[in-house]
């Protein structure tokens, strides 16, 4: 009788599709065997998003990018939300071909950009570089973007995809938690005017330079193992002719077309929220929000993980509600039952915040509240909504990255579709932000699109999840070829 266990071949190897890690005497030493397994390198993937997306978020969490007024960092991230938009457009080539790890350095090399930029703004007054970071800053996180997408939607075994990308959204939100300590402890004082301290942009810039190094620790797709033992799917390199033709065919799908307005959707809030709080909120309230709007929704994405590990299948109907990242890893539903639960669940509590921010807007168009402070009464009705949105839109991101993930074939097809998703969600930002360059425009005409964009999206998602497979075509490939490869004879020695 066989022994069915298979040694991890060396990473210089080219290597199966799929492999089972067994318990006999490895070949790699144990350092290496740690740097190829799945969770590490996701690990390494939520580091760069604590140094750099958390801390432009963090930014963002300021209200204007923290400047005495919105408008020019309104159209600066206007423009790096256009040029993402279009280099994500030609993300899947350009990150198929160059591979998932020097496109995430090219993008580690951007972070710092931002942070310099609004730094000089703060300081000297420097206006063109803010403008001229938004466009470089574009270009090189779209690359970083991309990558980041077909990474999160691969990584993951096919049972802890919930898990995995619970572990990313956490370390987006410690990254803006932070940022927001920075925030807070910098302009905590009562009574400051205008923007935050040029010294705050200082934190951020030592922050985002360590991006850097993790991106150089990221290994190719195929020298991946996964913790359940599986090997990623990868598909032969194409040309770049074949990979511009497949441009065509990926925004042109079922998949990407029916979720393309959830898409537009998704992070439209960005623009008006920032506005909101620039226009309404002092500078030391809007310190505070930055450090704890991410609470919750690390609050909840920790208890997801901690009851899919430890629940079991016959009472996770009672918990269910603690995280999305629990309700898309249940067992014993199937995985379209799981997509549906999942969809109704984020829908649910986006229509309640959208409700909330347009009660609050129009309170505010009828009589200004002036700077908010956090010791007003007002504090707490005015902020909340914001604080909520800070969960439901990560969740709304996370969700279609499951779904999106629930049809790959291999590892490529998720790096397209993570790049026609990230375009199109770009366009959708890029909008929003230049609706709020105009400064004497009120937010409730944003919240009240992106209310209207999540209804608008609403009936092709439904018919979208309605059609998710029961099983993961790359997992099921796999399989295939594990059955093929045990029924090859073996040779004698």
Known sequence: MTDSKAVIPDTHEDPPSTAVVGTSEPLLPWWKRVWCHSLTQMILLSVQAFCGPAMSDAITGLGGGGLASPQVSNISNAIRYAMLAVVCFLGGPIVNKIGVKWALVIGSLSFPIQGSAYYCNSKFGNQWYLILSGAIGGIGTACWYVAEAGAIMTLAPSGARGKYLALWIVSRNLGQLVGGAINLAKNSKDGAEG???????????IIECIALPFALLIIPFE?????????????????????????????????????ALWALWSFFYS??????????FSVRARSLSSLISPFFCMYVFHTSIILSHHAKSNNISSIGCFGLGFILDMKGMSQRRRAQIGLYTVVILNIGV?????????KFDRHDPGNIDWNDGLYATAFLPYFFVQTTGPLSQSYMYWLLSSFATDAQENVRNGAAFRCVEAVGQAIAYGMNTQTSSSPLVGFCVTFGLLGAALIPMIMLVNTTPDQIPADVIAEEQNAANAKLPVEEP
């Open 271 to 280: 623009g008006s929220w920032s506005t909101y709080l620039a226009d309404y």
């Open 354 to 362: 959208y409700i909330w921010s347009i009660i609050m807007q129009v």
């Open 223 to 259: 020298h991946v193992v996964r913790s359940d033992g599986t090997r990623i799917v990868t598909a032969e390199t194409l040309s770049s002719r074949m990979e511009l033709r497949r441009i065509a065919k990926t925004i042109t799908s079922k998949l990407i077309m029916l979720s």
């Open 195 to 205: 923007g935050v301290t040029p010294d705050t942009f200082i934190a951020f810039v």
